[in-house]
T-cell receptor, first 112, second 113 residues
Framework: AQTVTQSQPEMSVQEAETVTLSCTYD???????LFWYKQPPSRQMILVIRQEAYKQQNATENRFSVNFQKAAKSFSLKISDSQLGDAAMYFCAYRSAGDMRFGAGTRLTVKP | NAGVTQTPKFQVLKTGQSMTLQCAQDMNHEYMSWYRQDPGMGLRLIHY???????DQGEVPNGYNVSRSTTEDFPLRLLSAAPSQTSVYFCAAGGLPRDEKLFFGSGTQLSVL
């Protein structure tokens, strides 16, 4: 079965600095997609960034970028120029066909 | 534009009671799914549907039933609630293929006493 592992339950970053959140996954599929979702205290799930497994180029969305290492099954999220509004739970997710799996999450704190 | 609407937002049940969590979307998406979120465990897929009349089990389907009679609605039924089903439940809708963004509802906090 597919699994997603986030090994950092909590991370902290100073405002304007850069932080990297780690994610690894396990799958026997060759065609899948990876996502990072943000969940603020409001409980809303917000898509941050997504990556197609067949694309070697790492996805980028403004201050958010990923380091996708397919052979290592690693999918880390880098947040540059961190802002107070980035504080939230971050979930790594894997999707193949109808199945979607989430990691346990990383709580990110941003210090002013 | 409502997106994905979940009702109710909060619910308290007694063990053995039944209830239905409602989920409706107005975006005409084929894919709909239900998740539960427990502390420290992230979201886990309960059931999903890739179109009207088609449903399939996810990671934690036991104790839950679903049906998809229309594109818009995807209700989740608890036939006999148990304390282990205390959780926050999310419904999501999205397009196919699988890289499409999922739109999540605002969640239902369910407590089973």
């Amino acid at each position: 079965a597919q699994t997603v592992t986030q090994s950092q339950p909590e991370m902290s970053v100073q405002e304007a600095e850069t932080v990297t959140l780690s994610c690894t996954y396990d799958t026997s599929e060759s065609d899948y997609y990876l996502f990072w979702y943000k969940q603020p205290p409001s409980r809303q799930m917000i898509l941050v960034i997504r990556q197609e497994a067949y694309k070697q180029q790492n996805a980028t969305e403004n201050r958010f970028s990923v380091n996708f290492q397919k052979a290592a099954k690693s999918f880390s999220l880098k947040i540059s120029d961190s802002q107070l509004g980035d504080a939230a739970m971050y979930f790594c997710a894997y999707r193949s066909a109808g199945d979607m799996r989430f990691g346990a999450g990383t709580r990110l704190t941003v210090k002013p | 534009n409502a997106g994905v609407t979940q009702t109710p937002k909060f619910q308290v049940l007694k063990t053995g009671q039944s209830m239905t969590l409602q989920c409706a979307q107005d975006m005409n998406h084929e894919y709909m799914s239900w998740y539960r979120q427990d502390p420290g465990m992230g979201l886990r897929l309960i059931h999903y549907s890739v179109g009207a009349g088609i449903t399939d089990q996810g990671e934690v389907p036991n104790g839950y039933n679903v049906s998809r009679s229309t594109t818009e609605d995807f209700p989740l039924r608890l036939l006999s609630a148990a304390p282990s089903q205390t959780s926050v439940y999310f419904c999501a809708a999205g397009g196919l293929p699988r890289d499409e963004k999922l739109f999540f509802g605002s969640g239902t906090q369910l407590s089973v006493l």
